[in-house]
């Protein structure tokens, strides 16, 4: 009887975890019916993105699994189901994201080897509507020809053209103009692989030529001060988050409400994770919070947009760091002699670089680059079998930047540091901006009112965290240089720290990534405090 008790319990629990755990309103057609308004997808033979303008259904054939299988279990996002091995599974889409597609096999055993050899999985891009030009090729032709106009203006000796870069710096130019382009519908971050070949490919190797130079000693001498303001920018996002939701709950409660796992808290924790570590740290709190992922590209879009503002502001700010330091009294003679010692070393040993020169340094900066990606794969191989594969550790970008900026570091102690005479960190310059470029191709103006309350909570917890920023720096005499890094390697992590780092000088680019990897290991454990704080305050 206990037995027979026990398994009607173990039934009742799993038909209601399927039940919970279906928000995707995933339906299983049956023979004959169809869907003809539809995208209809195979599995394994993805597009690299489904249209939302076009279609909200998405037809799931599994055609490579038919061989006398008889049952096969789906996931898609976090939902899962059993099906009918010939069957279509039709999902139902609310909005934009990711669609995350895998099998498995329903009864376990040895068996689900062979269910999922293979490809196992695939992930298609949802986007509401496709932009004008969906060609990488013209869209790396359109981004380069954005730089090449920006810099050429930049030194133009016009008398408007110096005004307006006195106050705004070509760096910020090279981030905005392809926000525009992507506000008025010409490309798009979501259709173009490029963010992820520069991200990818571009930004290590940048690491890897900005940082063969480095007096690795002056950093260590730019003292504790830049420690002090990331950690400061670390306590300012665990704070802001739920200062944020006690500010917007006395004028909208129901901006930051919700109950279960449709409760605000749970996905403003995906944006704790992503603002102090970064992506690998805010699936982590997706997975930990469980958020209703049909409400999670909310979240998403909270993220891309306050993070994109705050960039631009950092930007704007480097073009006047000067007063601003003064404002701030801040003593930045130990960044200036750092500058100052690498650009003097540079001009020691500048020459005019033959080709034979220029391949030499790309070849030694993209053969890292790849040895990067050799030991990022073969650690994530491992640590994905272990107990840590829910951890950043388990995140091949993060040991990318790890083993790159590594790379560099040592380099810097041997011959390869006269590379820097042919011009190695011009040329990783030239990438970052590259990298710029990309990244502004992920700012769409137009999303700012798509949510204005929900991106409300993400502007007010930014000006918490902007605001203690401000007076530990005022406080403690800092430059606006360790601000604003020690800040993006919270809010943005290694493939923005960097980025702001260099637009002061290339020489501090690792500084960026020194706090970014940082960042990385405490986001996990800082984003849970903030959102059991979050949760807490949600109480009242």
Known sequence: MKKATLNILIVLMATLSVSANNPLNMKVLEPGESATDAHYVQFGEAPSYLELA???????????????VEKIGVRVNQDSLVMDGNGLLLVELESAGKLDVGVYDPNGGESSALLVSGKSGMKVKVIKK????????????????????????????????KKF??????????????????????????????????????????????????????????GSKSLIMFLTATFGIVVGGPLAILIVATFSPETVGGVGFDAVWRGLSTLAGSWIGGGANQTAMLEIYQYNPQKYGGMVLVDIVVANIWMAVLLLGVGRREAIDRWLKADSSAITELQEKVENYTKSITTDPTLRDMIVVLGVGFAFTGLSHLIAQGATGYISATALKDSVLNSGFFWIVVCATTFGLAL?????????????????????????????????????????????????????????????????????????????????????APVVAAAFHPSLAPVGVLLAVLGYALGTYCAILCAQLMEYVSMF
Not at 54 to 68: A, H
Not at 191 to 203: E, R
Not at 205 to 222: C, E, H, N, Q, Y
């Open 130 to 161: 496709a932009p004008l030009i969906t060609n990488d090729a013209i869209v790396f032709g359109i981004l380069f020809l954005c730089l090449a106009l920006i810099f050429f203006t930049s030194h133009s000796e016009n008398k408007g053209l």
């Open 54 to 68: 076009k279609s909200k259904s998405v037809i799931l054939d599994f055609p490579t699994l038919r061989n006398g």
């Open 412 to 496: 810097s102690f041997t011959k390869a540091r006269s590379l820097e005479g042919f011009g190695a960190s011009k040329m990783g310059s030239v990438f970052i901006y590259i990298l710029v470029a990309t990244i502004g191709m992920k700012m769409d103006i137009r999303q700012i009112v798509e949510n204005p309350m929900l991106i409300l909570v993400g502007l007010i917890w930014m000006a918490i965290h902007v605001i203690i920023l401000v007076i530990v720096a005022k406080m403690i005499r800092a430059p606006y240089f360790f601000l604003a890094v020690g800040s993006k390697a919270n809010i943005g992590g290694a493939a923005s």
């Open 165 to 222: 870069y006195k106050y705004v710096p070509a760096l910020l130019m090279c981030y905005l103009v392809p926000s525009i382009l992507v506000s008025l519908g010409l490309i798009s971050a979501e259709v173009s692989g490029t963010y992820g070949v520069a991200k990818n490919y571009l930004l290590p190797t940048a690491l890897i030529l900005m940082t063969l130079s480095i007096d690795f000693k002056g950093v260590l001498r730019l």
